[in-house]
């Protein structure tokens, strides 16, 4: 019985809840379908755009496989064989070189950039996309691009501002640490590290070991800015005395590699004189334009850098470690090369280059500063060995890749370098030596180099004390964003940007020594801080942009 009335009661109970529940006929049903559709709705486009990627990756592991590289050599061999007829011949060639040298490099960019394995980090996507998006910016007017570029300088140097430079903080610690009475002794290292400081009567090496690696960025950007200042003067006394190239067209030296790519020049393009195919190639050339490209590569390397994006990859890494490194090579290689032009005069290719590229050699020295000062942006006529087209290119590759540490990212811009290079020693702007040296030995001096990114010794116990002593209240913090300071940081790059845009190329070199002076001035007065380092990169910025 109590049973029997539990159950009724149930039964009752349940009953009763139906109309209550009738109230809200559906409420819950109606929502929960609501909250699925809108989730669904709001998924869509994402899912979508996701199952694209995918595609688009399943795609390009295709495209960029070996076999399809073998078929692209096996394509080359089969035209140079077998008895075709020369149009066959050029179209495979064309494929085949097309493939390797083009549509591979740019496919495998474009798979970094889309990678989403975990074994690619942020970083790498961020160079490589930076490196891809030159490439399609290129297309566009000279002065967009150099508006993005300027901007993005802007930009970044607002993001990264500091003004308290590190001499300010290395002097406060020591000022702090003598206030606070604690004596502590001299560990070994900073025994030996002082002692040698002191010990030292050689006085470059005295007064470069008490820089921090920053002041040495500095004076890296001086150094650089003093080589091709230097160099473009040479450039002209070397073209100015050389009579035979004055008076006429000197027989240049036979050059083996440019006689093989001007064959390959014929059979790719069918054309029976290889001056024909000129057009073609250099439009490939513009339409890739390798060597700004490689400059987006670098400066989304800068940005990864400040803002530790490459995690532990890039931590032993320092933006300006990587810039100092960088500098001093490309001062390396360009003095190398103006001494080696300068040793020996080298016939140009060009038929009556001098009568193209400068005045008669003046009366009066005073003219001869004046000529020699006028930046040789379009290059000279004996200036060969080294290439400097090659010697920056190859800076800038060698800083990006590292970087990035991508072997199919720097197989990639290896590739297309190689191109450019080709296409420069067919075009006989170049001995095909003076592109195959000015590659090699810069490679060969950022390898030389490379103990420059390590901080000092005495740097690196300034650094340690400072963790130790809990330094961070000394900490140089970046003051409030505010008119004035958007004005300091707008004004180098609006220059920068107008000297690329606007002003004619012959006041390049004035708007060169004007940055430097400024710099020097700053760095006298305040150390190196970031208004300094957002100068020195304005002024890469326009000084690489007239020389490519």
């Known amino acids: 019985m109590a049973a029997k009335s539990r159950r009724k009661n149930d039964a009752s109970s349940s009953t009763s809840k139906t109309p209550s529940s009738d109230m809200n006929i559906g409420a819950y049903d109606v929502d929960d379908k609501d909250n699925m559709d809108q989730k669904y709705n709001h998924g869509r486009f994402p899912s979508t755009l996701n199952r694209s990627i995918d595609i688009i990756q399943s795609c390009l592991r295709i495209f960029t496989s070996m076999k399809v590289s073998i078929t692209a050599i096996v394509f080359i061999i089969a035209a140079s064989v077998f008895d075709l007829s020369e149009a066959t011949q050029s179209k495979l060639i064309q494929i085949g070189t097309g493939y390797l040298f083009i549509a591979k490099p740019l496919l495998s960019t474009l798979a970094i950039c889309l990678s989403n394995k975990a074994t690619t980090a942020w970083h790498e996507r961020i160079i490589a996309t930076g490196f891809l998006m030159s490439i399609i910016c290129n297309q566009f007017p000279k002065w967009l691009s150099s508006f993005v570029a300027a901007s993005a300088v802007f930009a970044f140097g607002l993001a990264s501002r500091q003004f308290v430079p590190m001499q300010q903080l290395d002097s406060d610690n020591n000022t702090s640490s003598t206030n606070s009475g604690v004596t502590q002794s001299k560990s070994p290292a900073k025994r030996n590290a002082t002692t040698s400081s002191d010990d030292n009567t050689n006085p470059f090496l005295k007064f470069w070991s008490r820089l921090n690696i ?11 800015v003093v080589s ?32 093989v790519l001007e064959a390959l020049a014929k059979k790719l393009w069918n054309v029976e004189q290889s001056w024909m195919a000129k057009r073609p190639l250099q439009k490939i050339r513009d339409t890739l334009n390798v060597q700004y490209a490689l400059v987006s590569a ?27 490194h960088a500098l001093i090579t490309l001062a390396s290689a360009r003095l190398i090369r103006y001494i080696s032009f300068v040793l020996t005069v080298l016939p140009s290719q060009v038929p009556n280059c001098y009568r193209h590229h400068f005045p008669p050699p003046p009366d009066n020295w005073k003219d001869w500063i004046l000529v020699g000062m006028l930046p040789s942006s379009r290059g000279g006529c004996n200036d060969l060995i080294l290439s400097g087209h090659a010697t920056v290119t190859s800076t800038i590759a060698c800083a990006a890749t590292s970087v990035s540490s991508n072997t ?52 690196q116990l300034q650094k340690e004390k400072r963790r130790k002593e809990g330094g961070g209240g000394n900490a140089a913090r970046a003051p409030p964003l505010d008119a004035t300071v958007v004005a300091m940081y707008a004004a180098p790059a609006i220059l920068a940007f107008l000297i690329l845009a606007v002003f004619p190329e012959a006041y390049v070199n004035y708007f060169a020594i004007g940055y430097s002076l400024v710099a020097g001035v700053m760095f006298k007065k305040d150390g190196f801080s970031n208004l300094l380092q957002h100068e020195l990169l304005c002024m890469l910025m326009f000084t690489i942009g007239v020389y490519l």
């Open 298 to 324: 670098l400066g989304a390397s800068f940005v990864c850098l400040e803002l530790q994006l490459g995690g532990k990859k890039t931590s032993h890494r320092s933006l300006t470690g990587v810039a100092l």
């Open 214 to 224: 920053k002041e040495r960025a500095a004076i890296g950007t001086l150094a650089v």
């Open 408 to 459: 199919s990212f720097s197989f990639a811009v290896w590739t297309l370098i190689a191109l450019d290079y080709s296409i420069e020693a067919y075009q006989g702007l170049h001995y095909s030596v003076d592109m195959f040296l000015g590659g090699i030995v810069t490679c060969l001096l950022w390898h030389l180099t490379a103990p420059l990114e390590i901080e000092g010794e005495l740097e």
């Open 228 to 259: 091709l200042l230097t160099e473009n003067f040479l450039i002209w006394v070397v073209s100015a005395t050389y009579k035979p190239g004055i008076v006429g067209s000197p027989t240049p030296l036979q050059d083996n590699g440019r006689i």
